[in-house]
């Protein structure tokens, strides 16, 4: 019973102990990505101006010019991440 025991013990130990080293990997790899990446905020302008130019007569005959302006303006941000990857040029030379 006791040697049951101890089987047990160590089958669990190893079994922790290899779960630890997956985890301890996944963190590295993503240390090292997260240096990697880049991050590139851009904000978008959309600028739209409309002008309406209304004539009307008047009862003595003079005319009254409106003029309305809309100014319509919309700002988005995005946000892009870029991997900095360096490109490797192959050069082949024939003799």
Not at 15 to 39: H, M, Q, R, T, Y
Not at 60 to 73: E, F, P, Q, R, S
Request: hydrophobic share 45%; charged share 20%; with cysteine.
């Amino acid at each position: 019973m006791a040697t049951i025991f101890i089987v047990f013990v160590s089958f669990g130990c190893v079994f922790v102990l290899g779960i630890a080293a997956f985890v301890l990997c996944c963190l590295i790899k993503k240390w090292k990505c997260s240096k990697a990446i880049e991050k590139n905020e851009m904000v978008h302008v959309d600028q739209h101006l409309q002008v309406h130019e209304n004539i009307l007569q008047g009862p003595n005959g003079m005319k009254t010019v409106a003029i309305t302006v809309d100014d319509d303006l919309h700002v988005h941000d995005e946000e892009e991440c870029v991997k900095n990857e360096k490109l490797g040029t192959a050069s082949t030379s024939k003799a």
